[in-house]
């Protein structure tokens, strides 16, 4: 009877865990969609992004490479540069987007040592996970920490 309770108990608290996490990831990606909306609305790619670690945002941007006549000014990149001028460093963080990071935002996040990126949409030829470069999930650098986890939220 203990046994069964205990299983029991294991499975809600799974479930728990499982549904807070989720709903996490769904909260963040809503921001990201609400920051790429701002992007939109500045004539931008509609692409945002936040940085998030211990459950707080602690950064966060969106595309404003036009808007600045910035090439490197990608939603991740601002997002990483927010959180290190909040924070000093975004080590282990997670980074979420609403679109797959490029090569230039992977290099940024492998960088900057984030340990998990969450995104909801493929970015294509130019994706930091594309087989051809894969730069963002590429584990071949030895002189980089271990790839970020990668995750996919549709």
């Known amino acids: 009877m203990y046994i069964l309770a205990i299983r029991s108990f294991q499975a809600s608290a799974y479930k728990f865990i499982v549904e807070r996490y989720m709903n996490n990831h769904a909260i963040y990606l809503e921001r990201c969609l609400a920051l790429a909306q701002l992007a939109a609305s500045e004539g931008e790619n ?9 459950g707080e945002i602690i950064g966060e941007g969106y595309e404003k490479s036009r808007t600045l006549n ?3 000014r990608h939603a991740e990149v601002v997002a ?3 959180a290190i ?4 460093n975004c080590r282990g963080a997670t980074l979420y987007s609403n679109m797959e990071p490029c090569l230039l ?3 940024v996040i492998r960088h900057y040592q984030i340990s998990t990126v969450v995104l909801s949409k493929y970015c294509g030829q130019l994706g930091g996970t594309n087989p051809q470069f894969n730069l963002l999930t ?6 980089w920490i271990k790839a970020p986890a990668v995750i996919i939220e549709s």
């Not at 509609?46 to 211990?54: A, P, Y």
């Not at 001028?85 to 000093?88: A, F, L, N, S």
Request: hydrophobic fraction near 30%.
């Open 80 to 82: 990483i540069l927010d």
């Open 46 to 54: 509609r692409v945002g992004s936040v940085v998030v670690l211990d």
């Open 85 to 88: 001028t909040k924070k000093g």
């Open 138 to 143: 590429t584990n071949e650098i030895t002189t």
């Open 70 to 72: 910035d090439v490197t």
């Open 105 to 107: 935002c992977s290099y």
